[in-house]
Nanobody, 122 residues
Framework: VQLQASGGGLVQAGDSLRLSCAASGLTFPGYHIAWFRQAPGKEREYVVAINWSGYSTYYADSLKGRFTISRDNAKNTFYLQMNSLKPEDTAVYYC????????????????WGQGTEVTVSS
């Protein structure tokens, strides 16, 4: 099972960025997907999750309205659209998958991508 995150980069405050996570080696519908992020010197932080069908999403309250998660099961890929980026969004962003219920806890996810780095300059 592999999750490959991509799309990170250096942007300015107010810009947008779309991260992608390509999944392979798993039966894609049936897995719930999430994004987490980890800023330097901080704990890994939950961002958002989406259930296997794509009909239910679960955002961290602080990020609701700026970030949007979506998935394309036909492409085995899911996305994180990030708008109005702020310097405090600077972090390594990780995608993760679980067969269990969508959760805000990193320990609930069995599979992880390698992370893609997002840097937002002021």
């Amino acid at each position: 099972v592999q999750l490959q995150a991509s799309g990170g980069g250096l942007v300015q405050a107010g810009d947008s960025l779309r991260l992608s996570c390509a999944a392979s080696g798993l039966t894609f519908p049936g897995y719930h997907i999430a994004w987490f992020r980890q800023a330097p010197g901080k704990e890994r932080e939950y961002v958002v999750a989406i259930n296997w069908s794509g009909y239910s999403t679960y955002y961290a309250d602080s990020l609701k309205g700026r970030f949007t998660i979506s998935r394309d099961n036909a492409k085995n890929t899911f996305y994180l659209q990030m708008n109005s980026l702020k310097p405090e969004d600077t972090a390594v962003y990780y995608c993760a998958a679980t067969r269990g219920s969508p959760s805000t806890y990193a320990t609930s996810y069995n599979y992880w991508g390698q992370g893609t780095e997002v840097t937002v300059s002021s």
